[in-house]
């Protein structure tokens, strides 16, 4: 079954703060993965798309990390902003299919 | 451009009671997307189109009906609300490269 984790469910860190969400994924054949930021009250917004042969992409102070051989990404945000709080959803593409199968997200809040 | 828009915003019904969603969008995209967000369940998909004309099932369709008359417009209808429809709900399109753009959402609450 097509399924997407993500690790931890929510996070607190305190703002210049260094973290990392993680997303494991069984899906089969896989296209692509995609992180999107869900500000509070507003729906989600694409941050990095990786692909298969893609190892590491950047996005400001947002970096991706794909392991396609172990099925996992993270998604590692440097020096953290209280603009940060959101929560971020892993969502993985299924090959030559219409199917996106959305992780449940993690919950980040960064505080001052 | 506009992108993505919902309409309304919120709203409450009460049991038994009818409404549809209007999502527009003015990216010419093909697939659009309707899917519910319930809190610790993340998004699920009710049902998307994947063209002017077509619609399909997605993963909770029950309860709910949809209509492309117009590739612009995607409409999610309600016949006979139940609490458990109690959501907020996000319209979506589809690029070719699989980015989804969404909409600002629905809250919807059912008495």
């Known amino acids: 079954k097509n399924q997407v984790e993500q690790s931890p469910q929510s996070l607190i860190i305190l703002e210049g703060k260094n973290c990392t969400l993680q997303?494991?994924?069984?899906?089969?054949?896989?296209?692509?993965l995609r992180w999107y930021k869900q500000d509070t009250g507003r729906g989600p917004v694409s941050l990095t798309i990786?692909?298969?042969?893609?190892n590491t992409k950047s996005n400001g102070r947002y970096t991706a990390t794909l392991d396609a051989d172990t099925k996992q990404s993270s998604l590692h945000i440097t020096a953290s902003q209280l603009s940060d709080s959101a929560s971020y959803i892993c969502?993985?593409?299924?090959?030559?299919?219409?199917?996106?199968?959305f992780g449940k997200g993690t919950t980040l809040s960064v505080s001052s | 451009n506009a992108g993505v828009t919902q309409t309304p915003k919120f709203r409450v019904l009460k049991t038994g009671q009818s409404m549809t969603l209007l999502c527009a969008q003015d990216?010419?995209?093909?697939?659009m997307y309707w899917y519910r967000q319930d809190p610790g369940m993340g998004l699920r998909l009710i049902h998307y189109?994947?063209?002017?004309?077509?619609?399909a099932k997605g993963e909770v369709p029950d309860g709910y009906n949809v209509s492309r008359l117009k590739k612009q417009n995607f409409l999610l209808g309600l016949e006979s609300a139940a609490p458990s429809q109690t959501s907020v709900y996000f319209c979506?399109?589809?690029?070719?490269?699989?980015?989804?753009?969404f909409g600002p959402g629905t809250r919807l609450t059912v008495l």
């Open positions: 979506a399109t589809r690029r070719l490269n699989n980015e989804q753009f």
């Open positions: 997303c494991n994924y069984t899906v089969s054949p896989f296209s692509n």
């Open positions: 990786m692909t298969f042969s893609e």
């Open positions: 969502v993985v593409s299924a090959q030559a299919g219409t199917a996106l199968i």
């Open positions: 990216m010419n995209h093909e697939y």
């Open positions: 189109s994947v063209g002017e004309g077509t619609t």
